[in-house]
């Protein structure tokens, strides 16, 4: 099983670890350029999974990845857009977000931190890329910043 991984800081899956306690796994940037989310992600040899934190009153700008994701919000109330469509997911809900969709994701400024577990096909690490081009920093709702 090959060790290197599609997400820089990313624990491979395999090598003779079977379980994780996600939230002690090393945190990474999970949005590089364009998000505050950062969490442990393992990647296996098919998907990936992060354990991501948002801070409330922040997190993406527009972004799109050419891999599909599926968010399970833990904690707090996870809201923003996906393809136009606007949505609001507390606590329970699962989001989907197709392959090159583009999206935003924040962390309800009115609820606490966002805790989400992300479950991405593999064809892309865990980072995207932000919509207008420019890797220029992460949204954050006014008296947030």
Do not use: C
């Amino acid at each position: 099983m090959a060790s290197e991984t599609k997400t820089e800081g990313a624990q491979k899956a395999g090598l003779g670890v079977v379980a994780w306690k996600m939230d002690e796994v090393e945190k990474v940037a999970a949005g590089t350029g364009y998000s505050t989310s950062h969490g442990g992600v393992i990647e296996g040899e098919r998907m990936l999974v992060g354990y991501i934190h948002k801070p409330r009153g922040t997190g993406s700008r527009m972004h799109s990845h050419p891999n599909e994701q599926f968010n399970f919000v833990l904690q707090g109330t996870l809201m923003g857009e996906i393809d136009g469509i606007p949505f609001k997911a507390p606590k329970g809900t699962l989001v989907h977000v197709p392959a090159d969709a583009a999206h935003q994701m924040i962390a309800d400024p009115e609820d606490e931190d966002v805790i989400f577990l992300a479950l991405k096909d593999l064809s892309h690490g865990i980072i995207g890329m932000a919509v207008d081009g420019k890797m220029s920093g992460p949204h954050f709702e006014k008296g947030f910043e």
